[in-house]
């Protein structure tokens, strides 16, 4: 080969020197075709672009077919200087030259290189060029430009590059309509794929395989699955391995059972069943189908089974809270040698974080360790996770501080860890370290305040977020509307209102919950209505909003009828909705709706719920029906502090004193330790009955148990005090309270006030106002009630006009007491 090349190139370094009379021809004709062309290229075939070998010729006549060679050795010299000056991109405009692209522009490895290097719009251009210049480009060309589309999801590229195919006549071809399908699809819009689809005049596996992944990947499994039998049954194609993965995860995301299993009996009749990667969709399809027993059965029948298979299999049994199974499986993987990747170990701590597994968890830490994959960022961001919601918030930061590469998710997924364990000064400061912040930092960050009751602070880091430009989505919106509920910030609600209207999210069930929510918990029960009534859609958190709206308002016939509305729409009450309901019949004593509640509970399967039990039990104790209040509270199985304060609360309130105390006695005997709301139902109910004695022994208890600093509970002792005579005792814990709030001034008035004692009232009413306390109504009641009682009618009117000039006093209460 080497010495007939160079024989070749003696041959030809030869006739240049010594040119034969029929080599002097031909360069004769090579410069008048040269000539030629420079005159009019547009009668010239420009083949650069689709040339694959140097043998074909650069430029061809239209007529008479003669070929030019750019880098031809018969050229004259000439042809080169007059090519020259045309540098990359340029087009010579004169002497008939317009058409002309110089070679090193026109060529299909530079469309690839450009779409390989991110630059799409000028790969697009370069080809337009092209067809500007009635030069075809090959069909590769524009698959690879429909497949860069695809990959940046960049529709408007997309709709040149289809316009380009469609003015080259090429639209009829299938391998092209296809692309199109595929790209249409990826970039989102469905319905141009369609269109597409629908024009096209010859259909093969492949473009409808394009079709329904269109439809499947885009949220439209059901119409992915109608087309999947669409073309087995109407257009007659058999389907091939890639259709049946397709349809199966269409199935699998739908939870579409029977026609999953009709397409398993398809498999098998297709001879696919061995291949390895349907039957890992296999296993996926019937585990999120909630099917886990066929699921385990294809597994089982695999004859080859990779970490795809065992990961799939320990995927479905942890999204079906099977856990333990999970686990083993993951044992019986690893003693048969196949090694867990980084994919099987995320869907095992996903499964430990969703019932919160520590020591499982733990073990996974280690098995990461040893596998090598704890420097994978997928993985540590998982385990972060793992720990976090675990409630183990200093393993989670230990794994954080350790990333060498952290990514946003990291910092979010730290940011979160704190946010749910209430640590919402660590949450700021890694929020404060980030350089780079996504929205869902914002939110969570947001969320943390709104849960804290910290609605100032969310709503000042929602200016910041505006600030630094980040845009918001309905997530953030949600969380601003809770912090604007948590502080009652109404005006601020009403402006992130007329935002979310802009912003294009009013339709959203969510947002609308969250609205009728932030009305509700603003005292503006009609606001909150009329949202819920201009919702297009309602979810059970719409209506459950609106309900505890009324509850929470105390309009509870109102919130029965709404139940009623929500039954006809045929919503399906939850354990929320209950509890509401119930404190609604609470509030107006509407002991027959509540039993007909009670009965739904039972019906529902709700009774043995210790939180529908303990409301069941103030609802009868408030209706006044303490013997089923009762029996609830016998019957539930699992009695928090908050069940005993239930039926403590029946008692006290129908000033049942001794049935109070002794059910606290056995309480006690239970060993279920009283939490402050106990001791002030106790002293209550030894109020209602002058139980000193007990009185004192609970002050002992309140003592030990560490509440004698709280505010509620000293209001109580000294109302207890005051109510059992004893007003030494009564002042003494006055006195003693640290940060007196209206309640315990309130407490101690009353005491005088039941006991005769208007000037030591008076005198009471004086300090309260030096130490900057502003009266309420029930002060103003308390101190005119001692002045009458005790004949100091002339400084009740005093104290009374003093009143209505200093602070407004209805004229009504003054003269109920001092006339009553």
């Not at 918990?521 to 819920?532: K, L």
Request: one cysteine or more; a negative charge.
């Amino acid at each position: 080969m080497i010495r007939l090349a160079a024989m070749v190139q003696y041959q030809e370094q030869r006739e240049s020197f010594f040119p034969t009379p029929e080599v002097s021809g031909r360069a004769v004709r090579t410069e008048q075709l040269w000539q030629e062309f420079f005159s009019d290229p547009s009668q010239w075939w420009d083949n650069r672009f689709i040339k694959k070998s140097p043998k074909y010729p650069d430029f061809r006549h239209k007529s008479t077919h003669e070929g030019l060679w750019i880098e031809g050795w018969l050229n004259p010299s000439w042809v080169k200087e007059k090519m020259a000056p045309m540098a990359f991109g340029q087009i010579q405009s004169g002497g008939g030259f317009g058409g002309w692209l110089p070679n090193s522009f026109c060529n299909i490895d530079n469309v690839n290189k450009l779409c390989q290097e991110g630059q799409l719009k000028e790969a697009v251009d370069m080809v337009e060029l092209m067809v500007q210049r009635n030069i075809q480009a090959p069909i590769n060309a524009y698959i690879c430009l429909l497949k860069a589309c695809a990959r940046r999801k960049d529709l408007t590229e997309g709709n040149r590059v289809h316009a380009l195919i469609v003015q080259s006549g090429l639209e009829s071809d299938i391998f092209l309509g296809k692309s199109l399908v595929d790209m249409y699809a990826k970039c989102g819009s469905v319905l141009d794929a369609r269109k597409v689809f629908d024009t096209m005049t010859e259909h093969n596996i492949f473009s409808w395989t394009a079709i329904i992944s269109a439809y499947a990947n885009n949220g439209q499994c059901e119409e992915a699955i109608k087309l999947f039998q669409q073309m087995q049954q109407t257009a007659g194609i058999v389907p091939d391995k890639v259709a049946f993965v397709v349809v199966l995860n269409a199935c699998a995301r739908v939870a579409a059972l029977e026609q999953g299993k009709q397409l398993h009996s398809d498999i098998i009749t297709s001879g696919f069943e061995s291949d390895v990667v349907i039957g890992n969709t296999l296993v996926h399809m019937y585990a999120k189908c909630g099917c886990i027993e066929h699921a385990r059965q294809v597994f089982d029948k695999m004859s080859e089974r990779d970490v795809v298979s065992w990961s799939a299999m320990i995927a479905g049994y942890g999204q079906n809270g099977l856990v333990k199974e999970a686990l083993a499986l993951y044992e019986q993987m690893t003693q048969e040698g196949v090694h867990p990747d980084n994919v099987t170990y995320v869907i095992l701590l996903k499964a430990c974080t969703s019932i919160a597994a520590l020591e499982w968890g733990k073990q996974l830490h280690f098995d990461i360790i040893r596998s090598g994959f704890e420097s994978d960022v997928i993985v540590r961001n998982t385990l972060l996770d793992m720990y976090a919601k675990c409630g183990c918030i200093q393993r989670a930061r230990e794994v954080f501080d350790k990333m060498s590469k952290r990514d946003v998710v990291s910092w979010n997924s730290m940011i979160a860890g704190y946010v749910k364990w209430g640590c919402i000064e660590d949450a700021r400061e890694i929020f404060n370290e980030m350089n780079e912040r996504d929205v869902v930092s914002w939110n969570a960050m947001i969320a943390g305040y709104a849960q804290q009751g910290l609605g100032k602070e969310a709503l000042a880091l929602y200016e910041q977020m505006k600030q630094e430009g980040m845009r918001t989505d309905d997530v953030t919106f949600v969380g601003l509307l809770k912090a604007c509920a948590s502080i009652a910030a109404l005006e601020k609600g009403k402006q992130l209102h007329s935002h979310i209207i802009k912003s294009g999210f009013e339709s959203d069930v969510i947002l609308g919950s969250a609205l009728v929510d932030m009305y509700a918990r603003c005292g503006c029960i009609e606001e909150a209505r009329e949202v819920f009534n201009n919702m297009n859609k309602r979810d059970l958190v719409s209506w459950n909003g609106m309900i505890a709206g009324y509850t929470q308002h105390g309009l509870g016939r109102e919130a029965l009828a709404l139940y009623e509305q929500m039954k006809q729409e045929d919503v399906q009450p939850d354990k929320v909705t209950y509890v509401s309901l119930l404190k609604a019949c609470a509030t107006v004593a509407a002991l027959e709706q509540g039993q007909q509640l009670h009965s739904e509970i039972i019906k529902s399967g709700y009774q043995l719920d210790v939180v529908i039990g303990n409301t069941l039990v103030d609802m009868y104790a408030k209706c006044g029906c303490l013997e089923h209040a009762r029996w609830v509270f016998n019957k539930t199985r699992e009695r928090d502090v908050v069940s005993w304060n239930a039926m403590i609360a029946g008692y006290a309130h129908l000033g049942l004193g001794k049935p109070a105390l002794a059910l606290y006695e056995q309480m006690k005997q239970e060993g279920v330790k009283p939490d402050d709301v106990t001791y002030i139902l106790l002293l209550k109910a030894c109020a209602s009955i002058a139980a000193l004695e007990q009185g004192k022994q609970l002050h002992a208890h309140i003592i030990k148990s560490g509440f004698e600093l709280n505010v509620t509970v000293n209001s109580s002792l000294v109302n207890m005090y005051a109510k059992c005579g004893s007003m030494e005792h009564a002042r003494q814990v006055f006195n003693n309270i640290y940060e007196r709030d209206v309640v315990s001034w309130n407490a101690m008035l009353a005491g005088y006030a039941q006991q005769g004692l208007g000037k030591e009232a008076i005198t009471l009413l004086e300090q309260m106002q030096r130490e900057g306390t502003k009266p309420n109504d029930v002060t103003y009641v308390s101190i005119l009630s001692a002045c009458s009682h005790c004949g100091l009618v002339d400084e009740g009117r005093h104290l009374f006009d003093s009143m209505c000039k200093e602070h407004g006093v209805p004229t009504h209460h003054g003269s109920l007491c001092l006339h009553g």
